[in-house]
Every structure is written in C-alpha cells, then in structure tokens.
C-alpha cells in the first residue's frame, strides 16, 4: 500500500483547523509512512506562510508548524519522494483534459493527483471533496 496526501490533509495534520483531530487520529491508527513530492512539500510551507500572513495564523506558527513536519519527515513518518516533473505534468495534463471542465479542479489539485498516479500510489488522503473526485476518477482509493 502506498498512501499519498494532499496539502488539505496535511495542513489539517500539523495546523489547528476544524480537521486537525481527523487527522491526527488517521496518523496513530496507522504505521505506514506518507509518501509526497517536493510540490507537497512546497506548497505545505508556502500554506503555513500565507495562513500567517493573511493572520489566520498567530505569528510564529507557521515556524512551528514546518517544524514538526521536519521532524516527522526526519523520522520517516512522511518520505519526499523524487519523481520527474514533467511525467507528473503529462499526466496532470492528461487529468486536467478528461476532468476539470466536469469538475472544476485547481492546477494544484491536479498535480497532487497527478503526483499520486506517478509515485504509483494506491491511496490518497484529503480532506477535499472535489479533489476526492479526482482522485478517485484517477483511479485513486481515497481515505
């Protein structure tokens, strides 16, 4: 089993959100490490940054929360996999053609999706319900 993530779930993991405690209890009822990508990781710090700004975040939360996402990527509970871009994009591409114009899906969604697909993922974690549909249509099992 390979479980895979998106930036909804990860947020609510290491945030405080209204689905933090979903999360949370996703994380100790299972053993297996989240696999993700560098857009994971890139758009999760960016997220934390942003909430701070926008003062959804108090200051210096954002830099708490990276931290424990540091630490359970240094202790192996989430693996950054290397995965080569442009097969993420044709296959995001590909997503994008049999499904945004049914379903409305943000680029980011798609690559995340995408992502999945190309890191041969058999699960995926959101707390999304339109990035769900994607996934699943994308042949994802989504928790």
Do not use: P
């Amino acid at each position: 089993m390979v479980i895979t993530a998106d930036t909804s779930f990860l947020f609510s993991l290491y945030g405080n959100d209204s689905y933090s405690d979903r999360a949370l209890a996703w994380l100790k009822s299972h053993s297996e490490a989240l696999r993700l990508t560098a857009l994971n990781e890139f758009e999760l710090g960016n997220a934390f940054r942003f909430a701070e700004y926008k003062s959804f975040l108090q200051v210096g939360q954002a830099d708490l929360y990276w931290r424990d996402f540091k630490q359970d990527k240094d202790q192996g509970r989430l693996i950054i996999e290397s995965c080569n871009l442009s097969q993420v994009i044709e296959t995001a591409k590909g997503l994008s053609v049999d499904w945004t114009l049914l379903g409305g899906h943000r680029s980011f969604d798609v690559l995340h999706v995408a992502a999945g697909v190309v890191l041969e993922a058999t699960h995926f974690l959101t707390f999304d319900q339109n990035q769900s549909q994607l996934a699943s249509k994308a042949g994802l099992i989504v928790l």
